[in-house]
């Protein structure tokens, strides 16, 4: 039998303008609510980036890193706006902030080569001295095309997203090469391993929703409501994007001479740096 996704029920926000309509029905759970659970999962990924916010803050860290976490925060903010709703601006308000945070994940990556050291030896002013020019052109050029290429070309956006993350991959591999514990590496490991979960569950919602209504339906009325698939890439990736703020925090302790540590807020890691004499 070639089983389809569950019939949409009508909902507070209308028809779907969005360019993507993901395999959970449509206000089941909530009439607010266009896909309940692939909103609400988005809960993680937009808190654990505030608790690195909460945590630069304390050890007044440069503005660049306090806006990092803003930024990888929103991401959040903005899926749970596209997924509670379906609509095509709010789709925007999901994709544009994956873009912001993956600019300033890079700046905030290269710009230390110009802060080498702890007393700054080393130190060149002049080193990428317009990169932040140019990533701000990018990213604003990019947000004002976002209308016309989401809607016609999404390719060109998934495309450009994983060459961004493809470069700051493999800067942050050079530096764990360099400076990384075994303490991060583990890290380092769980941070690859949440990502490809997180991948799994995101392809298999989007390849295989006939098969997941197919068992759906056989098995359980209950997995109308409860969980989807594509919450759970939601899940992975926040705590996969927590870690590399982890990693990222650590080797930049590393790079500016300090003695990172990791230690807990409550059952999260974080790290607290010590300056040396």
């Known amino acids: 039998m070639n089983y389809t996704k569950h019939p949409d029920l009508p909902g507070y926000w209308g028809a779907v303008t969005a360019s993507i309509d993901w395999c959970e029905p449509n206000y089941v759970v909530s009439f607010f609510i266009a896909e309940f659970w692939n909103t609400v999962s988005n809960f993680l990924l937009a808190f654990l ?23 990888v925060s929103s ?3 903005g899926s749970a706006l596209f997924h509670g709703t379906l609509k095509f601006y709010c789709q925007l308000a999901d994709e544009l902030p994956m873009l912001w945070a993956t600019l300033i994940q ?4 290269f ?12 130190y060149n002013p002049s080193k990428y001295r317009n990169l932040w020019r140019a990533l701000l052109a990018f ?9 016309w290429t989401h809607l016609h070309h999404p390719l060109w956006f998934e495309f450009l ?6 470069v700051w991959f493999m800067r942050i591999l050079i530096y764990l090469l360099q400076y990384a514990d075994v303490t991060t590496w583990i890290f380092n490991f769980f941070y690859a391993l949440f990502v490809l979960l997180a991948v799994v569950f995101w392809l298999t919602d989007v390849h295989f929703c006939n098969q997941i209504w197919a068992m759906r ?23 996969h994007m927590y870690i590399g703020l982890l990693i990222l925090n650590f080797l930049h302790c590393k790079r500016m001479g300090w003695h990172p540590r990791y ?3 409550y059952i999260l890691p974080v790290v607290v740096r010590t300056k040396t004499s």
Request: some cysteine; glycine content about 6%.
């Open 75 to 77: 991401v959040g903010v």
């Open 263 to 265: 230690k807990r807020i």
């Open 217 to 239: 339906i056989a098995q359980y009325r209950l997995f109308y409501l409860i969980g989807s698939f594509h919450g759970w890439w939601h899940f992975f990736i926040a705590l």
């Open 161 to 166: 997203f994983i060459s961004l993350q493809l």
């Open 111 to 122: 710009d230390d080569d110009k802060d080498f050291g702890p007393n700054k030896q080393r």
């Open 49 to 71: 980036p505030l608790v690195c916010l909460y945590q630069y803050t304390r050890e007044r860290y440069q503005f660049r890193f306090k806006l990092m976490c803003i930024l």
């Open 106 to 109: 890079l700046y905030v990556l």
């Open 139 to 147: 990213g604003v050029i990019w947000t004002v095309l976002s209308p």
